[in-house]
């Protein structure tokens, strides 16, 4: 496939990861677009477009907007 699915943790904001993903150069499709009902944890990635050094940085840039935006997220201790 050119596509990979992307199952994040329940509760998720994807809207907010897909925000703070984008202002990284990342573009994903929120899994909600896909189905009837459910998906609101996850996206799905094409990969078809883009080289193995690309795919490396975009997954990094993915993993520190989620970082970003569970920090925003996380109560306060």
């Not at 699915?5 to 998720?12: A, D, F, I, N």
């Not at 984008?22 to 990969?47: C, I, Q, W």
């Amino acid at each position: 496939g050119y596509f990979l699915w992307v199952e994040l943790p329940r509760g998720t904001d994807v809207d907010a990861l897909l925000t703070a993903a984008a202002g990284r150069g990342v573009v994903f499709v929120k899994g909600s677009e896909f189905v009837l009902e459910g998906g609101d944890s996850s996206l799905r990635l094409a990969y078809s477009g883009v080289t193995p050094a690309e795919i490396e940085e975009g997954i990094k840039r993915l993993a520190d907007a989620f970082a970003e935006i569970e920090a925003v997220g996380a109560p306060a201790a």
